[in-house]
């Protein structure tokens, strides 16, 4: 994959809710191990961003994104 498909495919990935969803749910988990005694508000917090985004995000029609 050479440097253009490579950032094509990428921004495609970037425009997909489940690609922000999965960004958000990753730094939640990172949030948990680096601050334990927050544990309740970082996971609240972000699970609601991720509803959030799920919500915002239009979710992609079929063959939409295939490449």
Same mark, same amino acid.
């Given at each position: ?23 958000? &749910? ?11 005694? %927050? ?7 972000? &699970?609601? %961003? ?18």
């Amino acid at each position: 994959m050479n440097t253009k498909n490579l950032k094509a495919y990428l921004l495609a990935r970037a425009q997909e809710a489940s690609t922000w969803r999965g960004v958000v &749910l990753v730094l939640t988990a990172a949030g948990i191990v680096l601050r334990p005694e %927050l544990q309740e508000l970082i996971v609240t917090a972000g &699970l609601g %961003l991720a509803g959030l985004v799920g919500a915002a995000f239009p979710d992609a029609k079929k063959g939409e994104g295939d490449q």
